[in-house]
């Protein structure tokens, strides 16, 4: 294991000058603009056993996929360190944050491959911030389960690729602000999603939202009257027959009590049940009974191209039990209409890449819409539960630990208002559970349950200067914001601030239409 800690941490000095890739003006140039300079400009040109050095050039462009290709470099050896840990120093909870990093892993190594070998910009910037939530990710489980001191046995956590990764995405948005029309660098449209449907996306699956049911290829029902009993086993069944091609699953009325994961393999995969409350999947896994928060979700998804539709997603836990998801998304270009999330903390979990949320209803007490997502929930009703004795509720707890990541939560002409068990309970709509933490809410009706303040602090001062917190045109007996919190991040937004936080800007609106949901593009 020493020599894998050393050739992880080892640094590669073989510089760009020595062999002729760019001058040491550009590197200082590009450089500049990184969280980390000094680790860009002696460690990003690596040497030639690890990179193809003639295959870069000295444009921004050669820059940046070189900057890119040094680290997947280090996400690989990342990799393959967690996957020599021994494991026979761990408790039984290690091991559970240990799995999870793996998984985590594997992922940013996919993230990473498939930014090297793109040129879409928007799409690097989604799925580099991803892979900046993994790393999050699997820290937070180590801590969750009292295992911190495991984390250094870990040392890419704290070292080299984290600053790599972040330098990164600076690096890459830096790319786009260049290449992108004037009319775009403000924040008014993402041209590469808008102008063209993403590659899952063929002509035949326009209008997906509105297909009948018996469109499904296969079905599930506790009667028997399908081709399945339980949900899992028509997700196995379809991994073996979609062939990545959109493959529909039709899950009739019942109460279907799993745990169901759809993997990153499985793209393209849409579940219709027969409505809210009449389709269920629940569970009861939580941080208190021995899972990570993000191994607890009653229903994870991961695979790209995901919609549901006409579902309810539960983790009945209880509040006793603290974290404890019903639904985690990791899928990039999912789309969930009319379906229902039910727990209390950590309700849903928008853990990662591109998500739209239409129609929905959401319940919980604690950061019960949370994550690290580019997240837009429209039209959408949020019930605010009673949460355990001394508690306080918060909407939403937005993971974004990074300046250059492109993600946030837009919560937009929805509405904010009590269960009906919720009574005298401090209500906030969020707080800033990463240093940037970014979230919206415009044009909703903010129900009297929320504290003149609007928003509440994670511990101290953290944070406050760093996040951006918005609001615009609210109305409601909570929406007032003359009492609302003086944090430099807090903003009562402008019309053109707002702007950016619509699905036409912030998500993209091709990829939405394609499958007939409604949706409002702009404010």
């Known amino acids: 294991m020493d020599k894998l800690v050393v050739c992880f941490v080892s640094v590669f000095l073989v510089s760009a000058v020595s062999v002729g890739l760019v001058s040491g003006g550009d590197v200082s140039s590009y450089c500049s603009q990184t969280p980390y300079p000094d680790v860009c400009s002696s460690l990003i040109i690596t040497s030639s056993h690890e990179v193809p050095l003639s295959s870069f050039d000295d444009t921004q462009s050669g820059f940046r996929s070189l900057a890119l290709q040094a680290t997947l470099t280090r996400a690989e050896q990342a990799h393959r360190f967690v996957s020599a840990v021994d494991l026979g120093s761990m408790d039984e909870r290690g091991k559970v944050a240990w799995a999870d990093c793996m998984e985590l892993m594997e992922d940013t190594v996919d993230q990473l491959k498939r930014s090297v070998s793109s040129m879409k910009l928007e799409d690097t910037q989604t799925w580099l911030s991803a892979a900046t939530t993994n790393l999050q990710t699997c820290r937070n489980g180590f801590m969750e389960l009292n295992s911190s001191s495991l984390l250094s046995s870990f040392p890419f956590m704290t070292g080299n690729f984290t600053k790599f990764l972040s330098n990164s995405l600076a690096i890459n948005k830096a790319a786009a602000l260049s290449a992108a029309p004037a009319s775009t660098k403000s924040g008014g449209g993402r041209k590469l999603l808008s102008d063209g449907f993403p590659d899952w996306v063929s002509p035949t699956e326009r209008r997906l939202l509105q297909s009948p049911a018996s469109t499904a290829n296969l079905v599930v029902a506790k009667d028997g009257s399908g081709n399945h009993r339980t949900i899992s086993e028509a997700v196995a069944a379809a991994e073996k027959k979609s062939g990545g091609k959109r493959f529909i699953i039709h899950v009739k009325a019942g109460v279907y ?44 998804v991961t695979g790209d191209g995901f919609i549901a539709r006409d579902m309810t997603f539960e983790n009945t836990a209880g509040p006793q039990k603290h974290q404890a998801v019903a639904l985690r998304s990791g899928s990039d270009l999912s789309i969930f209409y009319r379906c229902s999330f039910k727990g209390y903390q950590d309700t849903l979990y928008v853990y990662s890449q591109r998500q739209f949320y239409r129609d929905c209803d959401i319940y919980g007490t604690v950061d019960f819409i949370f ?12 019930y605010v539960r009673k949460p355990m004795s001394g508690q306080k509720n918060t909407v939403t707890a937005q993971g974004r630990s990074d300046p250059n990541e492109n993600t946030g939560i837009s919560v937009h002409s929805s509405r904010v208002t009590a269960a009906s068990d919720l009574s005298g309970v401090k209500s906030y709509l969020g707080r800033p559970w990463k240093e940037y933490s970014r979230t919206v809410f415009m044009k909703c009706t903010l129900g009297s349950l929320i504290e003149p303040a609007g928003w509440f602090e994670w511990n101290g001062n953290f944070a406050l200067k760093t996040l951006y917190y918005g609001e615009y045109m609210n109305t409601g007996g909570g929406a007032a914001t003359g009492g609302r919190v003086k944090w430099p991040g807090f903003h009562v937004m402008s019309g053109a601030d707002a702007a950016k936080f619509t699905v036409g800007s912030f998500l993209g609106t091709s990829w939405i239409t394609s499958a007939g949901v409604p949706v409002t593009s702009g404010l």
């Open 257 to 300: 009590k799993e745990n169901v994961e759809v993997k990153k393999s499985m793209k393209n995969l849409m579940f219709i049940g027969d409505g809210i409350d009449s389709t269920v999947v629940t569970g009861s896994k939580s941080v208190v009974g021995g899972s990570t928060t993000f191994r607890s979700a009653t229903f994870a």
């Open 371 to 382: 994550g690290d997502a580019v997240t837009v929930i429209q039209n959408s009703n949020i």
